[in-house]
């Protein structure tokens, strides 16, 4: 948790911002998502891809039903050929975080000390510029998946965790065998990047600027020929583990963070976040 200075005051209490950093592939929309229903809070997107339209797959972006549920903000915000800077996300996120402290004043005490803006998102850059000034889901197939869910009624749910396996061995470990949908879920991913990648290669060109980020990068290699399928998701699975590690080094320089040991989806990981979060307010 991290003080807001140059924001304005509210009952002489210091507003406050919640940040959910750590690893790709951590939990930490789940995480953010938690802490938001119990404190009506706001998620701010600190994700450099997820800011741009169209780039679903790869950025594991809240779904619709989230978003709906959970006010979110600078999510499919820029156009897919510009460029957005760590200055200007700063620049951005401050307006935003001043506007959420701001609405709390229409409020009553009771209701503020249940409102809180919550920075969440992995790239590491972005949350730094932004700390410093104040002080990647895609439509899903209903063929595939009914084609999935017949693999799996015929050949045993094992059968289909294999398949997972051989297209992305991280998920598989982090997925149990028997949770057919979210197996289902992740072999999906694993499918439809490629799909969207050239849908967006061919609209955009190469210029798109996410298009050089982690998973989209790999399927660029291989819609160009320059690998083969298998090759281009061994590429993008190592790709994804460098960057988790490099993103943990990152994150520990961070002063006053209280990590959690365990993924963001997990029940009790949330409960201790949200025990966290209200030590603190």
Partial sequence: ?????????????????????GPTASGKTALALAIARRFRGEIVNCD??????????????????ERVEVRHHLLDCVDPLADVSAGEYARQARQVL???VLRETALSESEQRRHLPIVSG??????????????????????L???LRGRAEKHGTEH?????????????????TNDVPKVIRAIEVCLELIAETER???????????????????AVQFLRGEMDRESALIAAQQAHRNYAKRQITWFRREPDVHWLAGFGDDP???AEGIATVEQQI
């Fill in 1 to 21: 948790m991290s003080k807001l200075p140059n924001l304005p005051n509210l009952n002489d209490r210091e507003p406050l911002v919640a940040v959910v950093l």
């Fill in 145 to 147: 998946r009914n084609k």
């Fill in 200 to 218: 967006l290669l061919a609209k955009y060109g190469e210029q798109a600027r996410p298009l050089a980020s982690l998973g989209y990068k790999e």
């Fill in 122 to 143: 992995g790239t590491g850059l972005y949350l730094r510029a932004l700390l410093e000034g104040l002080f990647p889901g895609p439509q899903r197939s209903e063929d």
């Fill in 268 to 270: 009790a990981i949330q």
């Fill in 160 to 176: 289909l965790h294999r398949i997972l396996r051989r297209l992305d061995a991280s998920a598989a470990d982090r997925i149990h």
């Fill in 98 to 100: 001043r506007e959420i």
């Fill in 48 to 65: 450099s891809v997820a800011m741009y339209r169209e780039f679903e797959i790869g950025t594991a972006k809240p779904s619709a039903a």
